[in-house]
């Protein structure tokens, strides 16, 4: 019996993980919602020619994407701020974060000089918006695995 108390995490433990996953979903949450409303501001068109400038997708799929993702991304940051299903959340948003880092990467090795999209228009992809978005990549991916690793709270 001692040994199953004692197998269990303390408090103290326990305290340090959770208050990361909830800066950590903060941030992140906060930073999908503004980066969706950023491209609500402005018409979709601007957005799907930001898309359209990595030359990764057919016409078709760019204008799906310009229409539909700063939705996901507001949907994304509101169930991050709130705290809903953090381990599918934050492991979406991970998902997400990769897809953009790669496209950026190959869009700056390619030295296409192109717009990142990341905030609506007109922010030039750089070593400073690749570092930001490796940033938030890492901030997703650690937050998906402490959300995983951490045990879930009893009722």
């Known amino acids: ?79 991050l701020l709130i705290g809903l299903k953090i381990r599918w959340t934050a492991s979406a948003a991970a998902s997400l974060l990769i897809f953009f880092f790669a496209a950026m990467l190959r869009a700056y090795f390619k030295n296409m000089g192109i717009d990142c999209g990341c905030f609506g228009f007109g922010e030039r992809l750089g070593p400073l918006t690749l570092a930001r978005d490796a940033s938030l990549l890492v901030l997703a991916i650690t937050l998906a695995t402490v959300a995983f690793i951490l045990p879930r709270r009893q009722p």
């Open 1 to 79: 019996m001692a040994d199953a108390i004692t197998a269990l995490p303390s408090q103290t433990q326990v305290r340090w993980p959770r208050q990361f996953l909830l800066a950590g979903r903060l941030i992140l949450g906060a930073v999908f919602v503004y980066a969706a409303y950023t491209k609500f501001r402005s018409p979709w068109m601007l957005f799907a020619m930001s898309i359209n400038s990595y030359q990764i997708l057919p016409e078709w799929a760019v204008t799906f994407v310009a229409r539909t993702l700063p939705w996901f991304e507001m949907a994304l940051g509101l169930l």
